[in-house]
C-alpha cells in the first residue's frame, strides 16, 4: 500500500473540534427556530424526544448532550426556519425542478401545505386536506389492492407503522416494502435463518463486558456516532477492537469526546481499533474463513499441548448444528486463495485471531459493508460461524449487533410492516378487528420496483424517504415511476422521488419528530425502537413548521377512512385523538414484547423488548444455531475480470442517506464536491490516470444494459488495490435493479462491477 501523503486525509480525529464545527456550520445554514438548541438538550433522554438520525441504542443514564454531530445536524435539518411553500411551487415547473441537485432541493426547507399535481401546468398547487384524502380514497379503490404499494422509509413511530401496516392489510395487501429491504433485510433474513432471531441480541451492558469486539464494515464515526462512546469505554478499560473496512474510517481510528471538556482542552484521544484490517471489498467471507481456520489450528495447539478447548465445545455440542461441515471447509481452503479474496495476509488474519482466542467475551458488530453484497447473507453466517466457535452469542458481553440505520427501522419490522406474511399474527389481526387479512406473500422493494416497471403495480404509497432514489437503476426507474396512476408522499421536505408524479398524485406535509403533536386528547407522545431492541417514547415540543401540517398518525387515518368501509373495530378517530389507545391495539396484538405498554413507554434506557436467541432459545429449522458452510469465498456475485472494479457506493459525513446537508465528508478529508471517484493511488497510475482527471463510470454486469456516469474526478484514496468508491446516491444509475443478495433482496450497492470511461 503506498504512502497516505500521497492520498487525501484528514489527521484529526473523529470527534473533537471539527465535529464542533460541523454542528456550528448547520446552525448558521438551517437558522433554526428558536428553541432549537433547547431540543437539543432533550433529544434522546427520558421525556425527551428521540434523535430522528441513527438507531443507536439511547443509555439509561445520558450524557448531558446524548447526541452527536450528526444528530444535531439531522434536528437542526428538521427545525429550519426555511419554507417551502405553495410560492415556490407557483414559481417552478416539476420538469424544472427535476434538473436540480438533492441538496438545493431540501435546501428549501420544510413542506408547509398539501399539494396537488396539476398535469396542465406541471405544477404542484395547494388543496385541503379533505380534498386529498377524498381523491387518494378514491384512487385506490378504484385500483385492485395487489396492484398497490405501501412503502415506508424507517423513521415512523411505531404507532404511525402499526396503522399503516393495518390499513394495508385491510385494504387488502401485504405489499409493504420498507427501506430495510435496502439496508439490514439481509440482517433479518440472514440472522433469522441460523439463530431463529431476525435481530442482533446485545443490550448495552454487554459492552461493558466484552473483551473484543469484532467490527465490520460499518462507519460509525459518521452514521452512529453515539456509538463511539461505549467503544471508547470499552478500549479504556482494556478490550480490544479488531475492525474490518476496506476504508481507514476516522471514526474507527482515534476518537475525541466532543462531550468531554478535558479531552477537548487537552487535546486527549482514544486509539479505538487495537488492529485495522484493510480487507477487500466483498473479502469478508475470506477473512472470517481465514480466522475460523486459524481458530481450530488455536484448539488442535491448546489440546494437544495441555489438553484444553480454546472451542467451547460444550456450546457447539449442545446448542450447534453443522460444525463439522464448516469445520472441515474452513480445513480445506487452502492459505493462497484467503489471501487473494481477502487482500490480508495469513499473518494479520493469525494477530486477529489471537485476540478473539484469548478474549473470553467477544461481540460482532457490522454495518452496509457486509450486508449489501450479492453475498451479503453469506457475510453474516460466516461471521455467526466464527461466534458459534466460542459460543459467543446467549452470554452476556456476547452477541452479534448489526448497527441499524434509520431510527425506527427495526420497529416498523416489530409492529407489522412487513411483506412477509408469515412475520405478521395475521390470524390475531383478523380475530382483533374482524377481518380476513390477505395472506399472500407481498412485495419487497425490488419486486415493488420491478413490477412498477412491469406495469403491474400502478399505485404508490410512501410514509417517508426518498425511494426512487435509493433504489438502484435510477433511470429505468424514474421512467417506470412516471406512468404510475397514483403516487402519494408523506414527508417533510422536498425531495427528487415527488418530482415525478404519477397521474394523480399528492404530496402531503407531515409533523417532524421534534414538533409538538396537539390532537384532541392533548399533547401526543410516540414510540420507537433501538437498534438493541428497546423501546423509547419521544415526545416532540417544538411549534410545527406550519399550522397546516398534520402527524403522520392523522395522514394515515385520514387516508384509510376514505378508502376502507367503517368497521367499529377500527376506531381511526379515536387512533388519531390518543395514541395510548394505538398502543393498547399494539399491546393486544403483541403481549408478550407490548405488555403494559402505556405505562413503560419512558422507561429510562427504553424497555426491552426480549430475543430468543440471547436465551439461547433457537427458533431455526434445526431446533439449535446453524453453522453453515458458505458457497462462496467472495461476497462480489461476478468474478474479476480486466477492467472490471469494485465499486463501493457510501455515505458522507455530511448527509443523511438521499439527505444532502453539504459537501464536506470531513473525516475522510473529501471537500466541496460529491462527484468524486476515490481510487488507490497505484491503481491510479498503474491505468494511466490522473489525479484530478474528470472520468465516468459504466456497468460491467455483463446484462447489455448501458448504465452510466459521468463527471467523476478521479481522487486518491487508500482503499485496497481493484477497488474504488463514491457516493450514494449518486451513483445508484451505476447498480442494476437485479444486482442484490440472493436471500434477502437487499440491493448489493457495496459490490457494483464497473468500468471506467476516461
Ligand atoms: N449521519 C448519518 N447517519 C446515518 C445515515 C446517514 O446517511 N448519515 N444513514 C443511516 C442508515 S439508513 C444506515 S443503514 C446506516 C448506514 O451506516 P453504515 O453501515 O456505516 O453504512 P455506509 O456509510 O454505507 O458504510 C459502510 C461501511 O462499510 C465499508 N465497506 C464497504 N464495503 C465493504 C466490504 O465489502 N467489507 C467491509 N468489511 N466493509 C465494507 C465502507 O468503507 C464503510 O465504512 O447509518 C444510519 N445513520
Ligand atoms: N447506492 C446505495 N443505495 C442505497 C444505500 C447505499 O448505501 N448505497 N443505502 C440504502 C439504505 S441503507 C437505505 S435505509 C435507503 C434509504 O432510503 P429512504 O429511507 O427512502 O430515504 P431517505 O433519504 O432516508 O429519505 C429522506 C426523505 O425522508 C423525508 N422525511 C424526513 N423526515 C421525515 C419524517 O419524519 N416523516 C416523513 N414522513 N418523512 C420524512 C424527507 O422528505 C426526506 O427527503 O437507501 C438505500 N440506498
Ligand atoms: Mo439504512
Known sequence: MTDETETVHYDSPSGGWGSVRGMATILGRERPSPGALDTLRRQNKVKGFMCVSCAWAKPKEPNTFEFCENGAKATLWELTTKRCTPAFFARHTVAELRGWKDYDLEQQGRLTHPLRYDAASDKYVPCDWDEAFAAIGAALKATDPGASV????????????????????????????????????????????VTGSPVGTCVLPDFDLCDAIFFFGQNTGSNSPR???????????????????????????????????????????????????????????????GLIKHVLAAEDDLWAREKRHVLDVDFIEQHTDGFDAVKAHAEAIGWDEIERESGLSREDLKAAADIYVAANRTIAMYGMGLTQHVHGAHNITSL???????????????????????????????????????????????EQFGFDPPREEGLNTVEAC???????????????????????ETEAMEAAWAKLTLTVNIATKLNRSHLIPGRV?????????????????GAQAVTMEDSLSCIHGSLGKNTPASEHLLSEVAIVAGMAKATLPPNPRVPWNDWT?????????????????????????????????????????????????????????????????????????????????????????????????REVLLMNPEDIA?????????????????????????????????????????????????????????????????????????
Open 450 to 472: 420491478k413490477k412498477i416497471v412491469s406495469g403491474e403495480v400502478t399505485a404508490f404509497v410512501g410514509l417517508g424517504g426518498n425511494l426512487v432514489r435509493a433504489i438502484p
Open 150 to 193: 405501501f412503502y415506508a422509509s424507517g423513521r415512523a413511530s411505531l404507532e404511525t407503522s402499526y396503522l399503516y401496516a393495518l390499513f394495508a392489510r385491510l385494504y387488502g395487501h401485504n405489499n409493504l416494502p420498507d427501506s430495510s429491504n435496502m439496508c439490514h433485510e439481509t440482517t433479518s433474513v440472514a440472522l433469522k435463518k
Open 384 to 430: 455467526v460461524n466464527l461466534m458459534l466457535l466460542k459460543g459467543n452469542i446467549g452470554r452476556d458481553g456476547t452477541g452479534v449487533s448489526p448497527v441499524r440505520g434509520h431510527s425506527n427501522v427495526q420497529g416498523q419490522r416489530t409492529v407489522g410492516i412487513s411483506e412477509k406474511p408469515e412475520l405478521v399474527p395475521l390470524d390475531k389481526l383478523a
Open 686 to 758: 498503474a491505468v494511466g490516470l490522473r489525479e484530478g482527471q474528470v472520468v465516468g463510470l459504466a456497468s460491467d454486469a455483463e446484462d447489455g444494459v448501458d448504465r452510466q456516469v459521468g463527471g467523476l474526478t478521479v481522487t486518491p484514496f487508500l482503499l485496497p488495490r481493484g477497488c474504488i468508491g463514491g457516493y450514494y446516491p449518486e451513483l445508484n444509475p451505476l447498480i442494476p435493479l437485479w444486482w442484490h443478495d440472493e436471500w434477502s433482496k437487499t440491493p448489493a450497492a457495496k459490490g457494483v462491477p464497473v468500468r471506467i470511461v476516461a
Open 227 to 289: 456509538l463511539l462512546h461505549p467503544l471508547q469505554e470499552a478500549v479504556k478499560r482494556g478490550a480490544k477492537i479488531v475492525t474490518f473496512n476496506p476504508v481507514r474510517e476516522r471514526g474507527l481510528e482515534k476518537f475525541r469526546n466532543p462531550q468531554s471538556v478535558k479531552e477537548m482542552l487537552a487535546g486527549e484521544e482514544t486509539q479505538i481499533s487495537t488492529l485495522y484490517l484493510q480487507v477487500k471489498t466483498g473479502g469478508d467471507i475470506a477473512a472470517i474463513t
Open 505 to 521: 398524485a399528492y404530496l402531503l406535509p407531515c409533523l417532524g419528530r421534534s414538533e409538538e403533536d396537539l390532537q384532541d386528547g
Open 577 to 673: 385523538a390518543d395514541y395510548a389507545l394505538i398502543r393498547d391495539a399494539i399491546e393486544e396484538t403483541y403481549p408478550e414484547q407490548f405488555h403494559h405498554f402505556n405505562k413503560r413507554v419512558f422507561t429510562p434506557g427504553g424497555f426491552y423488548r426480549g430475543n430468543s436467541a440471547r436465551e439461547r432459545v433457537w427458533k431455526t429449522e434445526s431446533g439449535k444455531a446453524d453453522f453453515t458452510v458458505p458457497p462462496t469465498l467472495s461476497a462480489i456475485g461476478l468474478g474479476d475480470r480486466e477492467g472490471r472494479w469494485r465499486l463501493m457506493t457510501m455515505r458522507s459525513n455530511d448527509q443523511f442517506n438521499t439527505t444532502i446537508y453539504g459537501y464536506s465528508d470531513r473525516l475522510r478529508g473529501i471537500e466541496g464536491t
